[in-house]
């Protein structure tokens, strides 16, 4: 009997639960190393019954026989789902729709770089004018204290 067929019908089970039904037929064990990894298992959950922290059988399944890196870790119970492997069709239109994303921000960057000349040079233009005003207005001055415009009674450097 196949393990999935043993576990029809029980949606609630967890690791220790899915080994002893996988691992055992009509009570009987298919070897002593699994016998004695259930045992283990058993007692560490019926230990810890009576402890602040008890273990259940997914954290027994654990402690006994490790995890692996490519085990599902918190994210239900029993074996992970087969992988789905992309089709050549999903990747085609994966890569259709990275491309469009792509063509619309080299737009959206282009965009911005314009706008940024723009910003850009509308600043030279008024720094220019800016200059241009000062340099005018520095000459002025300098017109009206030849002519002395600037002194009051006879005081140098009074306004």
Request: hydrophobic share 25%.
């Amino acid at each position: 009997m196949k393990a999935r067929e043993k576990l029809k019908g029980n949606d609630d089970f967890d690791k220790m639960d899915f080994y002893e039904r996988t691992r055992s037929k009509d009570g009987k064990w298919i070897n002593n190393n699994v016998k004695k990894a259930h045992e283990k298992m058993r007692a560490k959950v019926d230990e810890s019954k009576d402890t602040n922290h008890p273990i259940d059988g997914n954290n027994a399944f654990n402690d006994v026989l490790g995890t692996k890196s490519s085990d599902c870790a918190s994210l239900g119970h029993g074996p992970p789902p087969p992988a789905k492997k992309a089709t050549y069709k999903e990747l085609n239109e994966r890569y259709r729709r990275l491309e469009e994303q792509n063509s619309l921000l080299l737009h959206e960057r282009d965009d911005y770089n314009e706008q940024l000349t723009s910003t850009n040079n509308k600043m030279k233009e008024l720094e220019d004018n800016h200059n241009e005003q000062m340099a005018s207005s520095m000459d002025r001055v300098k017109e009206l204290e030849k002519k002395g415009a600037f002194f009051d009674n006879g005081n140098r450097g009074q306004w």
